[in-house]
C-alpha cells in the first residue's frame, strides 16, 4: 500500500505567478483535502475533494483552486500568487466510509516560497 | 467556528514524562487526534480518541479526554530524543472531514 505523495518538494516562484502543486492520494482512498501551513502554525484547511467534486471550502480566496481525477488524485492551483502564500502545502486523503475514524494521511508537503 | 489552542513549547529530561494539552470548542466532534510532524516532514498520525472514551493507551502514548471542560491531553512516557517534534491537535470540522489543528507544541528532549 503506498501512502500519499506529493510532488514537487519544493517551488520557488515569483509574485504575480501561477503554481500548480499535484497529491497522489493513499490507495483505497477517494477524498483529498488540501491544508495550507505558514511557518510555526498549524495546517489550515484550503478545501476538500470527494469523487471529483468540491465537498467544503475553508477562507482562501478564489484565486485558491483545484481538481480530483478519476483516479483520486489533485492538483491545488494558486493564481496571482502573494508573498503571504508562503508556505508548506499539504495534501492529505481519506476513506469517506459512514463510522469510519475518518482518519487524514497525509503527504510530505511541497514547500512554496514566494519571491 | 471551532478553535484549538495548544501550548506552544514544552522542554522535558529524556526518560521523563510529557504532558500535552490541548483544548478545543466543538462539543459535537467525534474523534480527535493527535499528530507529530518532524523539522521539514509532514504530519504523523500517533493516536486518536473517539468522543465517547475517556482514555486511551497505545505503548507509550496515553490520551486523556475530558468532554466536559473540552480538554485533551497527550501523556508521553519514557520520552526519548526522537520525540522532539512539533504535536498538533486536531478536531472535525465543519465540512466533513476537514480538520481544525492547534498551533501546535513544540517538544525539546533535553539529554
Known amino acids: 500500500e503506498t501512502g500519499v505523495t506529493q510532488s514537487p518538494t519544493h517551488l520557488i516562484k515569483t509574485r504575480g505567478q501561477q503554481v500548480t502543486l499535484r497529491c497522489s492520494s493513499q490507495?483505497?482512498?477517494?477524498?483529498v483535502s488540501w491544508y495550507q501551513q505558514a511557518l510555526g502554525q498549524g495546517p489550515q484547511f484550503i478545501f476538500q475533494?470527494?469523487?471529483?467534486?468540491?465537498?467544503g471550502r475553508g477562507n482562501f480566496p478564489p484565486r485558491f483552486s483545484g481538481l480530483q481525477f478519476p483516479n483520486y488524485s489533485s492538483e491545488l492551483n494558486v493564481n496571482a500568487l502573494e508573498l503571504d502564500d508562503s508556505a508548506l502545502y499539504l495534501c492529505?486523503?481519506?476513506?469517506?466510509?459512514?463510522?469510519?475514524?475518518?482518519?487524514?494521511?497525509f503527504g510530505p508537503g511541497t514547500r512554496l516560497t514566494v519571491l | 467556528g471551532e478553535d484549538v489552542e495548544q501550548s506552544l513549547f514544552l522542554s522535558v529530561r529524556e526518560g521523563d514524562s510529557s504532558v500535552i494539552n490541548c483544548t478545543y470548542t466543538?462539543?459535537?466532534?467525534?474523534?480527535l487526534y493527535w499528530y507529530k510532524q518532524e523539522p521539514g516532514a509532514g504530519l504523523q498520525l500517533l493516536t486518536y480518541?473517539?468522543?465517547?472514551?475517556d482514555m486511551k493507551q497505545d505503548q507509550r502514548l496515553t490520551v486523556l479526554l475530558n468532554k466536559k471542560d473540552k480538554h485533551l491531553s497527550l501523556r508521553i512516557a519514557d520520552t526519548q530524543t526522537g520525540d522532539s517534534a512539533i504535536y498538533f491537535c486536531?478536531?472535525?470540522?465543519?465540512?466533513?472531514?476537514?480538520?481544525?489543528f492547534g498551533p501546535g507544541t513544540r517538544l525539546s528532549v533535553l539529554p
Open positions: 492529505a486523503s481519506s476513506q469517506s466510509l459512514t463510522g469510519s475514524t475518518d482518519t487524514q494521511y
Open positions: 475533494y470527494y469523487r471529483e467534486e468540491e465537498n
Open positions: 490507495s483505497g482512498h477517494n477524498t
Open positions: 480518541i473517539f468522543s465517547n472514551m
Open positions: 466543538d462539543s459535537s466532534s467525534t474523534y
Open positions: 486536531a478536531e472535525r470540522g465543519d465540512y466533513g472531514q476537514n480538520f481544525v
